[in-house]
């Protein structure tokens, strides 16, 4: 073929079914009498066939009839149900193995060992029998059922498989996403290996965030603060982490998080327990002895229970995914109010905040006259002390978010708000007043935030065009990445004593990542990428 020049096209047209007796199939013309393919759609190429090799054809259906039509369909009718023989097993396989990842994917959400498969392919068989004894392809539905492969080691495959497509999908959303930030926490697992588990809350372009396990690390020598940090920095080389998108890092605030002291060996206890059960003890850990006759240490247990009773509704209120640190400081704000209120009332001997406290006044004859209220009231205050020093982070950043929640209140001070925000995100102060003063007097801004209704301050500051605010904007983003807690972690801790319990202690790290990856991920493996790549067969 001479250099530059292009080979020609050449079309199959519907036409030639009738004329000629072929059909397109596969890419190639296909002789519907002999199966015959030709190399290339070309009307000489069909009509010197059909007149060689079957010239009776013309005579005995002749063109343009109704005879020769009705010959056509079902030879066509024949060449599909041919092939079909082919493709039906090829299809059903591939379903049997969508299915297989589907169940699988379902074990490892609820925390399931791999080998657990076999049982839930027993029981769909077991309740096939009975759901489906009344329709007419019952047989077809069973062997569709003992078709899907969940055996331990083929569910082991599949949970792999998944998580690195779970995975993929994360970095996706890493690279694609404006800033996110980071959750830290350490925790030992059955047989005391150290996991550092490290979440991400990934902010993108239109305000929308993503919290997903980004990856749990073994610690297999010491914790310090230096360990824990050359472990993910590792990590971060090894997948390349766009650091320049960090935001925040959030941890609980333990010694080996903030690198002052080494942790202690949760293994001590475990021999200790140990020791005892070896020695037959009546009692397989410390316990603790109380004289129930104490009146003092009486009413110290019903106000600790009092007490205790608020800080657990405050937790429960700070828990859950996908918690805005907003929100989480207006909660903390208000308790920390809340103890102020509880300390005078209290100091006026009202105890409607300590309900088990005035019961047990009750139960020992005494009235609140008589109930050392100072020495409580020393408690609370303590503890509200407690509550600014933990919260000191939020105290910081609180001015800022109350701004970022409603830009147009007529007290703000320009200058004050502008250095704070330079403070903790590192911006231009100067541009920053001037986005301020510049929003604050547009109108259609304005307008647009106060018909936004409470809470959504993030669809307020989504509005914002990013050529006219982009200071406020990207606060607005860094704002909505932060964690408020450690909650993901200690969640993902819980799911993994589930999924290494003392049933599977022998699980290896990898699979540990892959099951704890799928069980807290809100990402949905592709199966049909999944089973597309797999070699698909029925079980056996």
């Known amino acids: 073929m001479a250099e530059g020049k292009r080979a020609k096209t050449y079309h199959f047209h519907p036409e030639w079914e009738q004329d000629y007796f072929f059909v397109y199939s596969h890419s190639k013309p296909v002789c519907l009498i002999c199966n015959t393919t030709v190399a290339l ?85 077991e309740a096939a029998d009975s759901l489906f004894d009344h329709f007419k392809n019952k047989t077809e539905i069973v062997d569709a059922i003992k078709g899907v492969q969940l055996s331990r080691n083929t569910a082991t495959r599949r949970c ?14 890493i690279d694609t996403c404006e800033c996110f930030s980071l959750q830290f926490d350490e925790s030992t697992d059955m047989v005391d290996v150290a996991q550092l588990c490290v979440f991400i809350r990934m902010v993108f372009e239109d305000m929308s965030t993503k919290e997903e396990l980004l990856t749990i690390l073994p610690l297999k020598g ?45 293994l001590q206890r475990r021999l200790f327990r140990a020791h005892l059960e070896e020695n037959d003890a009546e009692h397989t850990d410390l316990l603790l002895h109380t004289d129930l006759e104490d009146h003092q240490w009486l009413l110290d247990l019903s106000f600790l229970t009092d007490l205790t009773g608020e800080l657990s509704e405050l937790n429960l209120e700070l828990q859950g995914k996908g918690k805005d640190v907003v929100n989480m400081m ?21 105890l409607c905040n300590f309900p088990h406290m005035q019961a047990e006044l009750q139960r020992q004859g005494k ?34 978010a109350s701004y970022m929640c409603y830009p147009f209140g007529a007290s703000i001070d320009v200058g004050d708000i502008a250095a704070k925000v330079k403070s903790l995100f590192d ?74 319990s003392k049933y599977r202690s022998t699980m290896t790290d990898d699979h540990l990542a892959a099951c704890l990856r799928l069980a807290t991920s809100s990402y949905t493996p592709n199966y049909e990428k999944l089973a597309s790549s797999s070699q698909c067969q029925v079980s056996h």
């Open 330 to 350: 207006s909660s903390v704000s208000t308790f920390k109010s809340k103890l102020k209120l509880m300390s005078n009332r209290l100091r006026l001997g009202n």
């Open 222 to 266: 010491h914790t310090r603060g230096e360990d824990i940090f050359n472990a993910f920095m590792g990590f971060v080389s090894g997948t390349k982490l766009p650091l320049f998108k960090l935001i925040s890092i959030t941890t609980d605030g333990a010694p080996s998080m903030v690198g002052r002291t080494i942790r202690a060996r949760s």
């Open 160 to 173: 792999e498989g998944m998580a690195v497509d779970v995975e993929e999908q994360l970095r996706k959303d």
């Open 41 to 125: 759609a070309k009307k000489g190429n069909l009509e010197r066939h059909f007149k060689t090799v079957h010239r009776s054809y013309e005579r005995d259906f002749p063109a343009k009839t109704l005879l020769r039509a009705t010959k056509v369909r079902d030879l066509k009718a024949q060449l599909a149900a041919r092939q079909s023989i082919f493709t039906t097993p090829k299809t059903q396989s591939k379903a049997a193995t969508i299915a297989s990842y589907r169940v699988s994917h379902v074990l490892a959400k609820h925390n399931k060992p791999f080998k657990d498969g076999d049982i839930v392919k027993e029981a769909f068989l």
């Open 427 to 500: 911006f231009e102060s100067s541009t920053l007043e001037d986005e301020i003063l510049t929003l604050q007097n547009d109108i259609e801004m304005k307008a647009r935030s106060t018909s936004a209704q409470p809470g959504e301050h993030v669809v307020f500051w989504k509005l914002l065009v990013a050529e006219k605010y982009p200071s406020l904007r990207r606060c607005a983003l860094n704002l909505t990445a932060l964690f408020g807690s450690t909650y993901l972690c200690e969640s993902a801790f819980s799911h993994m004593n589930i999924i290494k």
């Open 367 to 400: 009235g609140v006259a008589q109930l050392d209220s100072a020495r409580y009231e020393e408690h609370v205050q303590s503890i509200s002390s407690e509550f600014e020093r933990r919260f000191t982070d939020f105290a910081s950043i609180e001015p800022i």
